[in-house]
Nanobody, 126 residues
């Protein structure tokens, strides 16, 4: 059974930091890329970042470049999203998702992703 389990969300003041984790199981981790998406109330899903675990290639949305860092621990089948200098507009439910990294590669287009986690809430207060 494929599972993606996010953790690390919470409430933080603007300017603060959080680190999200996405623990994956049930598929060959090295064959997949893991993406982070977020959804604020009343807004569309937004792709935040994506990393292909086989080679570490990564992609970021312009809105988070320079503030967020994605990384992968292949031994633990876990992807992390380090979020620094958080802003109130970063508030939302953060989801991790998996896409075949060999076929699709890295992308921030949600419709390519095969598997999704349940999400973790991030709230940034002003």
């Amino acid at each position: 059974e494929v599972q993606l389990v996010e953790s690390g969300g919470g409430l933080v003041q603007a300017g603060g930091s959080l680190r999200l984790s996405c623990a994956a199981s049930g598929f060959t981790f090295d064959d997949y890329a893991i993406g982070w998406f977020r959804q604020a109330p009343g807004k569309e899903h937004e792709g935040v970042s994506c990393i292909r675990s086989s080679d570490g290639n990564a992609l970021y949305a312009d809105s988070v470049k320079g503030r967020f860092t994605i990384s992968s621990d292949n031994a633990k089948n876990t992807v992390y999203l380090q979020m620094n200098s958080l802003k109130p507009e970063d508030t939302g439910v953060y989801y991790c998702a998996a896409v075949n990294g060999e076929v699709v590669g890295i992308t921030l287009s949600s419709h390519y992703f095969d598997y999704w986690g349940q999400g973790t809430q991030v709230t940034v207060s002003s």
